[in-house]
């Protein structure tokens, strides 16, 4: 399956995030800002909201002379004696903060060996699941989630996706003409989040944006009841911000 490439700015982010790491890590002893900013080439501005979000991370920590340690979230994922269970820990608790900040739920979903599985969730009472009436997995075309999946694979993996799922009509606003949906995958931007308006469900409104590490295919994605419709596209520029902490915790 080959991917469509074209980085977003929370994957810039993390690589960047990931260069600090990389010095942080190679100084034991600890690191001052101003010889980060020196050995990662990284402007002031931008060094100090990377160092911002990985300490909120719990990656990096700042020790008593103010010169920057790796921190315990990092030693837990970067062990492989319980890595799996160490970032799924991490993963739920990045979008449980992002849930509380968006005030929508929020998904994290993998395109796996040609299906759709959304893998972990933060909801609430506030902030209720989509009500999935119909499978994920045979809804790509509909999903804010499967359209950001698709919108990641090549044209042959996306028409090899829709061959093998009927593209049904869910609601009145549902795309079934799959030449339609292939054009509007191939013209939607990597950079912008794809919305779903009540093409899943009536009721509910979605975003997603994808998560690639490597040849991972995946997608962040938040849902909200219609009556907060107008939250929309604020709600999905927020969750483009913070889909760098979850592509670093990948990426690690």
């Given amino acids: 399956m080959a991917l469509k490439h074209e980085p977003t700015a929370p994957y810039h982010s993390a690589q960047d995030a990931l260069r600090v790491l990389e010095t942080v890590s190679r100084h034991s002893t600890g690191v001052t ?17 990377l160092l911002r979000m990985l300490r909120r991370e719990g990656y990096v920590e700042q020790i008593a002379d103010g010169a920057y340690v790796t921190g315990a979230a990092l030693s837990r994922l970067g062990s492989a004696h319980g890595r799996d269970q160490a970032l799924r820990a991490k993963l739920q608790q990045t979008i449980d903060r992002l849930r509380d900040s968006v005030g929508a739920a929020i998904y994290i979903s ?3 060996d040609g299906e759709i599985h959304v893998t972990q969730c933060a909801t609430g009472p506030a902030t209720p699941a989509v009500n999935e009436w119909v499978d994920f997995r045979s809804s790509a075309h509909a999903s804010a989630i499967g359209k950001s ?3 990641q694979l090549d044209h042959n993996g996306r028409r090899d996706h829709l061959s093998r799922h009927r593209m049904a009509r869910l609601t009145s606003r549902t795309i079934t003409n799959e030449r339609l949906l292939l054009s509007r ?10 919305l779903d308006l009540q093409e899943y469900a009536i009721g509910t409104v979605c975003a997603a944006v994808p998560i690639t590490a490597g040849s991972s295919v995946g997608c962040l994605a938040l849902s909200l009841p219609v009556e907060h419709a107008h939250r929309l596209r604020q ?5 483009n911000r913070g889909a760098a902490p979850v592509l670093l915790s990948l990426a690690i």
Avoid: K, M, N
């Avoid at 800002?33 to 909201?49: G, I, N, S, V």
């Fill in 110 to 112: 993998r395109y796996v």
């Fill in 235 to 239: 709600a999905a520029d927020t969750l």
């Fill in 33 to 49: 800002d101003a010889e980060l900013a020196r050995q990662t080439r990284l402007d002031t501005e931008r060094l100090t909201a």
């Fill in 185 to 194: 995958l191939d013209a939607h931007p990597a950079t912008v989040p794809v």
């Fill in 149 to 151: 999946l698709l919108g």
